[in-house]
């Protein structure tokens, strides 16, 4: 019985083929390309591909998704902290925005200017023009100091005599614009000493100082990246380009002190060749009053500070 199983197991292992030979002894057979597989398959293959990979069932949204719950107090006040800067004012150096009304004449600047120096204020920006009236111009001072040293100030300029008014617009709804025009470089950071000095007449010598040369194809791909970076980061803060050459480009910006101030750091990292703001200048809104709020105002009186008023 033992000898039968092992004759068994050994007939199915190697199978004699009708011509006496074994399966062993037979050639290899030749190896089909999958890739033929692939081109002669039916359009049955597409049924048994879909069943073979099914589709990703993404889960259902749970209510929690759609309908979150609402934050604890703690959570609340955590986020209110967390994303609220902090203050790092310093009262003593406050900022104060003066609107000086004076006589269009030379030397006016230069007295306005002189007091606010002996007092020993740094004068943050100082714009003065002409207005629609011929004797008439208008000064826009941006200083920091303490409350009474610089009301002070401000009535010692009302006391000159080609100074018709001093308004003091600190802590009032003004509008605030300044002008910036700014030359950035558009061949990277490291090339911005050797742009400086290529302005100057030993050209010879910046060319001397740039360490690493890219090739042409390189450099032009360089530069189109740079100058589509900065033209994007100016549509985002409303300026326009003004000027466009094959290293450099001027923008324009007109805004907020403080949103200059942001697009200067911004394009600080490209390389700025050079730079002018006009400084600040401030217009006082004007207010919206309702049918009612017209009546109030008309019989509280006209609500002028006397302490405003021109000497005299």
């Given at each position: 019985m033992w000898t039968s199983r092992i004759l068994s197991s050994a007939v199915r292992v190697a199978p004699l083929t009708p011509s006496g030979t074994s399966a062993a002894m037979r050639p290899p057979r030749a190896i089909i390309n999958p890739m033929f597989l692939r081109q002669s398959s039916s359009s049955t293959s597409a049924i048994s591909y879909k069943r073979s990979h099914p589709h990703k069932r993404h889960p259902a949204l749970t209510s929690n998704y759609l309908n979150p719950a609402p934050p604890s107090a703690e959570e609340a006040v955590s986020n209110f902290l967390y994303n609220t800067?902090?203050?790092?004012?310093?009262?003593?150096?406050?900022?104060?925005?003066?609107?000086?009304?004076?006589?269009?004449?030379?030397?006016?600047?230069?007295?306005?200017?002189?007091?606010l120096a002996g007092r020993g204020f740094n004068i943050d920006s100082l714009v003065v023009a002409k207005t629609e009236v011929a004797d008439l111009s208008r000064m826009t001072i941006v200083l920091r100091g303490e409350s009474a040293t610089v009301e002070q100030a401000r009535r010692q300029l009302e006391d000159l005599v080609p100074v018709w008014a001093v308004l003091d617009y600190t802590g009032l709804k003004v509008i605030e614009r300044e002008l910036l025009l700014i030359k950035v470089s558009i061949l990277g950071p490291e090339h911005v000493r050797a742009q400086m000095k290529a302005r100057s007449p030993d050209w010879q010598f910046a060319q001397d100082e740039v360490e690493e040369e890219l090739s042409p194809s390189g450099a032009l791909r360089q530069t189109h990246a740079h100058l589509k970076s900065l033209?994007?980061?100016?549509?985002?803060?409303?300026?326009?380009?003004v000027d466009v050459s094959s290293d450099c480009v001027a923008i324009e910006l007109s805004a907020k002190p403080d949103r200059v101030d942001a697009?200067?750091?911004?394009?600080?990292?490209?390389?700025?060749?050079?730079?002018?703001?006009?400084?600040?200048?401030?217009?006082?809104?004007?207010p919206i009053y309702d049918d009612n709020e017209i009546e109030e105002v008309e019989e509280e009186g006209s609500g002028v500070d006397a302490s405003l008023l021109p000497p005299g």
């Open positions: 800067p902090s203050a790092g004012r310093n009262i003593a150096n406050k900022r104060h925005v003066f609107n000086c009304l004076v006589q269009n004449e030379p030397g006016v600047l230069s007295r306005v200017s002189g007091i033209t994007e980061l100016t549509k985002l803060f409303q300026g326009k380009v697009f200067i750091r911004l394009v600080k990292p490209f390389g700025i060749l050079e730079g002018a703001r006009s400084g600040m200048m401030a217009m006082p809104r004007s």
